[in-house]
């Protein structure tokens, strides 16, 4: 499977539609939950006309930060916008920057059929955003550097099986145990539903 895009649009078109119910996936731009995808979002924003939104309301012992972060998806480019009138517009950028960053954004391509009890989902490695201006240009220009793929995963009963294509490995977590099953890892498009499930509960039944 294709591991980095150049692109925004390129992650999301890395799959049309769920493997086991074959409706569209829908793109969402949430922050990162644990590999488990067990704490609650902080957001979850869908794609509008070919961008993606992103409040920020960040506040630290040391600053407080309101922005809306803009993401084009072809283009990569991160425009700020500042709800309040901002007395130090450049500063306000970079803090800005920093507080989208502490909210680990992610893109998930996830089944929208909630009659699919897969609950099929891929998600991108956490965006890095990165300056692009020229050095002599005081006013950052923000992008988003390429897109990395991460994790896909859905549900069986009790089980959540999950491919990292990062490390390359699937990982079947149980309900009754912390430590997942680590095997090699499993294209789970290459292969049939059927197999691909009995394969899963192969490994399931003897470890
Ligand atoms: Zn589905």
Redesign the pocket.
Known sequence: MQKYFHSVRSFINLRDD?L??K?HLVANITNFTGIKNDEWPIFNSPLKSDQFNIVINHTTSSYDIKANANINIDTGEVIFEFPNHSLMPNVDQYMSRGALADLKPCIELT?P?KK?K?N?CISSYILDVHNIAHENQITPKWKVSQVRLFLEDFEIKNHFIQNDWIREETHIFSDDSETPIIIPIIDFADIEEESLLSRISTYITFN
């Open positions: 769920c086991f119910c409706v089944c059929n699919c897969y099929y």
